[in-house]
C-alpha cells in the first residue's frame, strides 16, 4: 500500500530525487523481520542515509550506484533464491514499484545533500541504547489471529520462540476495573460497570478506552508519576525545610499539560527551558518550574556558593536520569566507569544550569486582574504612607551601605556577617538578594524594590539585635503590612527560572568538589551522544530541543519505557533510569524501537501510546499465576500474563475515599493538609507543635492524595508507608514494598476508618435489605458482587458485630457519629465494621 502511493507521487519526479521524497525515506528504513542469520544483512541500515547505504551489511553494499543487479536492496524486494525477501509481511512490491528502485540505482542512486535526514549522525558507542532508533518490521507470528496491533505481534513472536502460550484475556470486570486504574488512578462506578457489562458491540473496551482518556482525570493519573521525576515537593528540603507556597502552579501545570495531550517534545522543552522560549508566555514561565524542584539550603553558616553549585548538579542529573536514562551524576567526581560518559561530558553538561537564576514571578490566575487593578493605587498609597511613618527608607539606606561593606570584607563584624548571610537566603519573592541590593535603587523594579524593603524590615534585627529592631517597632510594621497585604487583592505567583549572562567560563570541578577548578569545558551534550549543533553560544534551549531530536537515540526510547513501566509494572527495559552499559538489556528490544519510532512519528502523543498499549491483547490479558512459568519467568518479563500489581500510595487513600463517596473530584489547586497523627508535623523545624499542619476543612479535606501538602522533612505518614518518594532527587520508578505498617494504616488511619463509614452510611441509606446492601457495598468497593460463600460470611459477620457493639455503647459511639432516620447506632456500627474488612483486602488495593 505504501509503495502504490509511492508510484502515484514519484512517477513525476527525476530519478536524482527519489530518496528525497518522506516516503521513499520510510521505504528505506525497513529493517529484516529476524535478528539472527541473514536477517543481521541490512539490520539496523539507514538506507536513506547514502553513506550507510554505500556501506552495507557485512555481505555487500546494499546499493551499488548504476548497478541494480548488484544490490543487495533489488536482491531483497524482488526475492532472489537464498535471500530473505522484504518486505518480510505484508504485500510484496509490484513489479512496477520494484523497476521504479531499478531505474532509479541504475541511473546512478543519487542523494543529493538536503536529501539524507538532517541531523542524523552515527552511533559512538556499540551499546544498544546509543544506536539511533529505526522502527523494525512486524514480525510474523502462528497465532496470528490474537494479536490486535502490533504491539501483540511483537510480544507474541518472542514468547513463541520461547514455546509459552498467551493467557486467556481477563473477565470483563477486572479489565475496567484495570484500565480505569491506569488511565484515571479511580475505580468505575457501579453505573459504569452495569453499563460495560452490558455492551456487546465488538469495539465496547476501545470506547471505554477512549472515554477515559478524554476525562480530566487523565491528567491526574499520569501528572503523579511524572512528579517523582520532577522530585515534586511543597517544601524547601533540609533542616529549615520552608514551605513553597506556589509549586502547586507547576503541578496544575503538569495536569494540564497531559490532559490536553501536549506532545511530549514540547512537554521536555517547555519544562527545561520554557523560560528561555521567545513566544512561551505565562505557561512555559510556570512550566519552567520543574527546575525549581530541587532542594534548598536556607541554613545559616553554609557556603552559599555550594549550595548553587549542589542545585545545578541536582538539575543537570535529573536531565540525565529523567529523560535520557543515564547515571550522568556517576561522573561528577571522575569519569564513569561503565558508560561512555566522561568527567568532562558531565561538566559540560552541568554547564547549561550554572547560570541559572531562581525567580518567582507574578502570574495571576483567573480573574484577580481585575480586582487588582481597581485596588492597585490604593493599596500602593497606604503601604508607602506605612512605611514613611517608621522612616523605613532612611534606616533600609544605612543598613544596605553597612550590608555591602560586611560583604567586601567578611569577619570584620560578625553581626553583619550573619545579616549578610540572612540576605543571601533571601525568600521573600524568591529573589537574589544581593543582585537586588548591588542594583541601584533607581534602577530597581517595584517588585525588587518591595522584595529588598520586606526582607529589610523584617530582618533588621540580624544586623542590629531585636532591641533597636523593637525599638523601630518595625516588628509593628512587618505585621501591619502582612494585615494590608492580606485585606487587599494580590496576584498570584510562579516559581520558575531565568538565565543570567556568564561572567566567566565554566569550568570541570576536581574531583566533584566546588571550590577546586578543572579544566575549561564547553557548554555541549555528552561526546558519546549526537552533536548539539547551535546557531552561536549554546542555551538551555538548545539542549531541550536536542533532546527530543529524531536523532537522540535515548529519550523517546526512556519515555515510551517509563509509560510501558507504569502499565505493566515492570519496563521493557527494567532499570528505567539507567539504559547504560550496567543497566538491564531490553526484554523486547524491536518492540522498543517499534513503540519509540512511531511515538516520534506520531507527534510524541502521550494518550496515543497509551490507546495503542492498552487496547492489546497482551495488555488484555488475565493476571492469574501460572505455575508452569515460575521457574522461566518469575517476573513476567515476557508478558505471558497481565502482572498483579499494589496500587501506588495515592491511589489506595483515592480509592477508599472514592468507595465511601467523600473523594473530591475537583481538578487542580492548591495544596491540602487532610488529618494526619497527632505529632509529625511537630516534628518539623520550628514547628509549633501540631499547629503547623493546619487540617484543611470542608471538600479539601477529601483531595486526591496527589493534592496533598508534601513537607519534605515530615512527609505525610500513609504516603511513605505505601512507597511515595522522599522528593529529594528524581525517581524513575517507585519500589512496592509489603509491611506490617500498610496493614496497620488500612485498619485505624483516621481516613480508612472515616472512609469505612461512610461507605456503610451510604449502602445503609442506598439499599433496602441486608442481602441487597452486601451486594452493594462489595459493588462499591470491589467492583463485583459477592460469591454465594462471601455473603454468607458477611451475614453472619453482621449478626456477631451487631451483638458486639450492643454491648459496647462507647465503641458503638466511636464508630457511629449520626444516627439516621430508621438506622440504629448499633446497626450503623456494625455495618462500618464489614465496610472495614473490605478495605483491608489485598484485592482492594490491588489492580487485577
Not at 59 to 85: E, F, M, N, Q, Y
Not at 133 to 153: L, Y
Not at 316 to 331: N, Q
Not at 597 to 616: N, P
Request: proline fraction near 6%; charge should be neutral; charged fraction near 25%.
Amino acid at each position: 500500500m505504501m509503495f502504490s502511493r509511492l508510484v502515484a507521487v514519484l512517477v513525476a519526479v527525476s530519478a536524482a530525487a527519489i530518496a528525497q521524497t518522506p516516503e521513499v525515506a520510510r521505504v528505506f528504513k525497513m529493517r529484516c523481520a529476524g535478528c539472527h542469520g541473514a536477517a543481521q544483512q541490512i539490520s539496523g541500515l539507514r538506507l536513506d542515509v547514502r553513506e550507510d547505504a554505500m556501506k552495507g551489511g557485512y555481505s555487500g553494499p546494499v546499493i551499488v550506484p548504476g548497478k541494480s543487479a548488484d544490490s543487495k536492496l533489488i536482491h531483497r524486494v524482488t526475492g532472489k533464491p537464498g535471500v530473505l525477501v522484504m518486505p518480510p509481511s505484508g504485500p510484496r512490491l509490484t513489479p512496477a514499484e520494484i523497476d521504479l528502485l531499478t531505474k532509479w540505482i541504475d541511473a546512478g542512486a543519487k542523494w543529493e545533500s538536503s536529501g539524507a535526514p538532517v541531523q542524523t549522525s552515527k552511533a559512538k558507542h556499540p551499546h544498544w541504547a546509543f544506536q539511533t532508533i529505526t522502527q523494525p518490521a512486524e514480525p510474523r507470528t502462528k497465532q496470528s489471529e490474537w494479536a490486535r496491533n502490533p504491539v501483540d505481534a511483537f510480544i507474541l513472536a518472542r514468547l513463541e520462540k520461547e514455546g509459552i502460550a498467551p493467557s486467556p484475556e481477563a473477565e470483563k470486570r477486572t479489565l475496567l476495573r484495570r484500565v480505569s486504574f491506569d488511565l484515571t488512578g479511580l475505580p468505575p462506578t457501579p453505573e459504569e460497570m452495569r453499563a460495560f457489562l452490558a455492551d456487546s458491540r465488538a469495539d465496547a473496551f476501545e470506547r471505554v478506552v477512549d472515554r477515559l482518556l478524554s476525562s480530566p482525570h487523565f491528567g491526574e493519573r499520569w501528572a503523579r508519576p511524572w512528579l517523582d521525576r520532577a522530585r515534586y515537593a511543597d517544601s524547601d528540603g533540609y533542616e529549615k525545610d520552608w514551605v513553597r507556597p506556589w509549586a502547586w502552579r507547576y503541578r496544575d501545570w503538569v495536569i494540564r499539560a497531559l490532559n490536553s495531550d501536549l506532545p511530549f517534545d514540547q512537554f521536555t522543552v517547555m519544562q527545561v527551558a520554557g523560560d528561555l522560549m521567545p513566544d512561551g508566555g505565562q505557561d512555559a514561565k510556570i512550566a519552567a518550574g520543574f527546575n525549581r524542584n530541587t532542594l534548598t539550603n536556607r541554613e545559616g553558616g553554609i557556603d552559599n556558593n555550594q549550595f548553587l553549585f549542589e542545585a545545578a548538579i541536582d538539575r543537570s542529573s535529573t536531565i540525565g536520569s529523567a529523560w535520557l536514562g543515564l547515571t550522568v551524576a556517576c561522573a561528577q567526581c571522575h569519569d564513569h566507569k561503565y558508560d561512555p560518559i566522561s568527567q568532562k561530558d558531565f561538566y559540560s553538561l552541568y554547564s547549561f544550569f550554572e547560570n541559572m537564576q531562581e525567580v518567582d514571578t507574578e502570574a495571576p490566575l483567573a480573574g484577580e486582574i481585575g480586582p487588582w487593578l481597581q485596588k492597585r493605587d490604593e493599596y500602593r498609597g497606604k503601604r508607602k504612607a506605612l512605611i514613611d511613618q517608621y522612616k523605613v527608607p532612611e534606616l533600609q539606606a544605612a543598613w544596605e551601605k553597612e550590608m555591602l561593606r560586611a560583604s567586601a570584607k567578611p569577619g570584620e563584624r560578625t553581626d553583619w556577617d550573619l545579616a549578610w548571610d540572612c540576605l543571601l537566603k533571601l525568600t521573600e519573592g524568591g529573589a537574589d538578594g544581593e543582585r537586588i541590593m548591588r542594583i541601584p535603587l533607581e534602577k530597581r523594579t517595584e517588585r525588587e524594590a518591595d522584595t529588598l524593603t520586606t526582607h529589610f524590615i523584617r530582618n533588621y534585627h540580624f544586623a542590629v539585635g531585636q532591641k533597636v529592631w523593637k525599638e523601630h517597632k518595625l516588628d509593628e510594621l512587618d505585621k501591619k503590612l502582612k494585615e494590608l497585604s492580606a485585606s487587599y487583592p494580590q496576584l498570584s505567583e510562579v516559581m520558575t527560572v531565568a538565565d543570567f549572562p556568564r561572567t566567566r567560563p565554566s569550568h570541570l570541578r576536581v574531583r566533584g568538589d566546588y571550590r577546586t577548578d578543572g579544566i575549561e569545558v564547553p557548554v555541549a551534550t555528552p561526546a558519546v551522544l549526537p552533536e548539539l549543533n547551535a546557531k552561536g553560544a549554546p542555551t538551555r534551549l538548545d539542549l531541550a530541543r536536542w533532546m527530543v531530536r529524531k536523532d537522540n537515540p535515548l529519550t523517546a526510547r526512556v519515555t515510551v519505557n517509563w509509560v510501558w513501566q507504569e502499565i505493566f509494572g515492570l519496563g521493557i527495559v527494567r532499570t528505567s533510569d539507567d539504559f547504560g552499559t550496567r543497566g538491564d538489556a531490553p526484554s523486547h528490544p524491536e518492540l522498543l524501537d517499534w513503540m519509540s519510532a512511531r511515538f516520534m512519528d506520531e507527534g510524541w502523543s502521550m494518550k496515543r501510546l497509551i490507546r495503542t498499549i492498552v487496547t492489546s491483547s497482551a495488555y488484555r490479558q488475565s493476571s492469574r499465576v501460572r505455575p508452569e512459568l515460575q521457574t522461566t519467568d518469575p517476573d513476567n518479563a515476557l508478558l505471558a500474563r497481565q502482572s498483579r500489581l499494589r496500587l501506588p500510595a495515592e491511589l489506595i487513600r483515592d480509592e477508599a475515599l472514592f468507595a465511601g463517596g467523600l473523594l473530591t473530584m475537583e481538578v487542580g489547586g492548591r495544596s491540602v493538609k487532610p488529618p494526619q497523627p497527632a505529632g509529625v508535623a511537630a516534628m518539623a523545624y520550628g514547628a509549633r507543635g501540631d499547629d503547623s499542619w493546619a487540617e484543611s476543612k470542608g471538600a479539601d479535606r477529601y483531595r486526591r492524595g496527589l493534592y496533598i501538602h508534601f513537607q519534605r522533612a515530615t512527609p505525610y505518614p500513609l504516603l511513605m508507608n505505601f512507597d511515595a518518594p522522599k522528593a529529594v532527587v528524581t525517581l524513575c520508578r517507585r519500589e512496592r514494598s509489603n509491611t506490617s505498617l500498610q496493614a496497620l494504616n488500612l485498619l485505624n488511619d483516621p481516613v480508612f476508618i472515616e472512609a469505612a463509614t461512610a461507605l456503610a452510611y451510604r449502602t445503609l441509606t442506598e439499599a433496602p435489605g441486608t442481602d441487597e446492601r452486601i451486594k452493594l457495598l462489595f459493588e462499591h468497593a470491589l467492583n463485583r458482587p459477592p460469591s454465594l460463600g462471601e455473603a454468607e460470611r458477611f451475614r453472619k459477620g453482621l449478626a456477631t458485630f451487631t451483638a458486639k457493639y450492643a454491648a459496647d455503647a462507647k465503641l458503638t459511639r466511636d464508630l457511629a457519629p449520626a444516627e439516621l432516620p430508621g438506622i440504629t447506632r448499633i446497626e450503623a456500627a456494625a455495618w462500618v465494621n464489614l465496610a472495614t474488612v473490605l478495605l483491608n483486602l489485598d484485592e482492594f488495593i490491588t489492580k487485577e
